[in-house]
């Protein structure tokens, strides 16, 4: 009994592995592809946080964390080639790292204790996955955006006015337009994709149990 358990545990521990590492690859193909970035006229949605909520959803806070980490790493690669963060990344590579990765761990995490208590309820289901989805996007933009402009406002603020950027209003103004032309479609567009994949996946799931 004992070593049939064992054996489980194994096998459980094993497929959660693969799964993250699955997720961990499409996320990268996302990041390093025009796959991971959705343009229509000034809106550009971004689909790198679907699988960070799709794995907090499957698997739990904790793989939601992980992949949050991956995802911010991979932001904070981009970094130095931004016409926005490259000046201050010289001078401040711990902050732009903080805001960079801190936002998407928390999104990750949250993302899979939300969809946690959602579980207790009627919601459970493709709702919850779709809810959870929209959550999600919202955190990711709503936290790194309020990073940026905490954080980082006064470093950046100089790099965006010589762009161009500014135009007379202050940082945060130009980062909440961004987060309201970008978030909103952002999230709509999660929630579907996340819904029917976590669908997907878990009708899959049950059918492996079966087997």
Excluded at 143 to 167: N, P
């Amino acid at each position: 009994m004992t070593n049939n358990t064992s054996s489980r545990s194994r096998q459980v521990n094993v497929s959660q592995m693969v799964k993250i590492a699955v997720l961990i690859a499409i996320m990268l193909i996302l990041n390093y592809t025009p796959l991971g970035y959705l343009r229509i006229g000034p809106v550009e949605i971004t689909f790198l946080q679907i699988p960070v909520v799709v794995g907090a959803i499957m698997l739990g806070p904790a793989a939601g964390a992980l992949l949050g980490l991956v995802f911010g790493i991979t932001s904070l690669a981009q970094a130095p080639v931004s016409p926005v963060f490259a000046p201050a990344f010289t001078t401040v590579p711990v902050l732009i790292a903080i805001v960079c990765i801190v936002p998407r761990v928390l999104v990750g995490w949250l993302s899979g204790l939300f969809f946690r208590a959602v579980r207790k309820t009627r919601l459970n289901g493709l709702i919850g996955y779709a809810m959870t989805g929209f959550l999600g996007s919202v955190l990711n933009t709503v936290l790194f955006i309020s990073g940026v402009v905490v954080v980082l406002g006064k470093y950046i603020e100089s790099t965006m006015a010589a762009l161009d950027l500014l135009t007379g209003k202050t940082v945060a103004a130009f980062w909440a337009g961004i987060a309201a032309v970008n978030g909103i479609p952002e999230a709509i567009a999660t929630a579907i994709i996340v819904a029917a994949v976590c669908k997907a996946l878990s009708a899959l799931d049950k059918h492996r149990i079966k087997m």
